[in-house]
């Protein structure tokens, strides 16, 4: 009886769940495809009709493909920072923090930034741009490449520690130098953890508001999406149709990146977890 109980309850935690991430998204959609007038008549009914007009009107009546570059280039060239210098710095400490405390320092020096809320950070940030003149695309990446090292390293590290070394050590003797061991040898046998971190940081650099909203807001034609998404919010606010037809359009290629990538994070998950 009580195993029951317990496995009524977690279906019945898995259903809210699924009902509280699936609601949104179902609202947003068919919301996206109705008139003005079904809209009014039922927020949560079917629309009558297939309809693409309002994606349409969007992308007709706003600069979308530009802010859609623009989240593109800094998203995908700041994932590729990421992986090339976060493993990197990792595979360092991973392999000589037990023999070097200076590696040790510098693993949990960087693991302090998780702990720094970003509203301690803001203002000495946006000086330091200023100052230096990045308050462009590039100074935004420079600052999801630091941002994301706090939470990678700390990951990687973990995940190369249970690698055995024995593979590195017979590479190098077989005549591999360091960069090859690591790129041939250790890399290879990270991708679980990679695509976690791909799928972790490039989630966070797509949607993320108050990083753009700091250091773009000056300069309109270098928004990302989600600015996109709040100042067409604002300017077409009495016209919800419209209105989610651009949350669609700004959810879309995340959700399509999901969609590809789910097997290698659940698998990169699963993988951690067994290790």
């Given at each position: ?6 496995q009524?309850g ?7 769940g ?25 927020f949560?009914?079917l629309?009558?009709?297939l309809?693409?007009t309002?994606f349409i009107?969007?992308i007709?009546?706003s600069?979308?493909f ?8 800094i ?10 210098v ?7 400490i991973?392999?000589n923090?037990?023999k ?8 949990y020096?960087?693991?302090?930034g ?5 509203q301690?950070?803001?203002?000495p940030?946006?000086?330091l741009?200023?100052?230096?003149g990045?308050m462009?695309?590039t ?12 939470q ?9 520690k249970?690698?055995?070394?024995e593979?590195e ?8 130098s ?6 041939k040898?250790t ?7 990679l ?11 797509w ?12 300069a ?17 606010s009495?016209d919800?149709?419209m ?6 359009l700004?959810?879309l290629p ?7 990538m ?14």
């Open positions: 009886m009580i195993y029951r109980l317990t009524m977690k279906y019945l935690y898995l259903l809210i699924s009902i509280l991430i699936i609601g949104p998204l179902y609202l947003s959609i068919i919301n996206a495809m109705k008139t003005t007038q079904e809209l009014s008549k039922s949560f009914a629309p009558e009709n309809n693409f309002n009107k969007v007709n009546t600069n979308y530009q802010y859609l570059t623009n989240s593109l280039f998203t995908i060239i700041g994932v590729i920072l990421i992986l090339i976060a493993p990197l710095i990792s595979f360092s991973a392999r923090m037990d070097n405390k200076y590696y040790k320092f510098l693993f020096f960087i693991l302090l998780i702990f720094v809320p970003f301690v950070k803001m203002v940030i946006v000086k741009l200023s100052d230096l990045l462009n695309h100074g935004l990446i420079l600052l999801y490449v630091a941002g994301a090292l706090t990678d390293v700390f990951l990687l590290v973990g995940y190369i249970t690698l055995p070394i593979i050590e017979a590479a190098e003797i077989d005549g591999c360091r960069i090859q061991t690591i790129t040898i890399y290879p046998l990270m991708k679980p953890i695509a976690t971190i791909i799928i972790k940081d490039a989630l966070w650099i949607n993320d508001f108050q990083m753009p909203l700091i250091v773009l807001s000056a309109p034609d270098k928004w990302t999406l989600p600015m996109f998404v709040y100042n067409f919010q604002s300017t077409y009495v919800f149709t209105a989610f037809a651009a949350f669609v700004a959810l995340v959700l399509i990146l999901y969609m590809i789910r097997k290698r994070i659940m698998g990169g998950l699963t993988t951690g977890a067994v290790k």
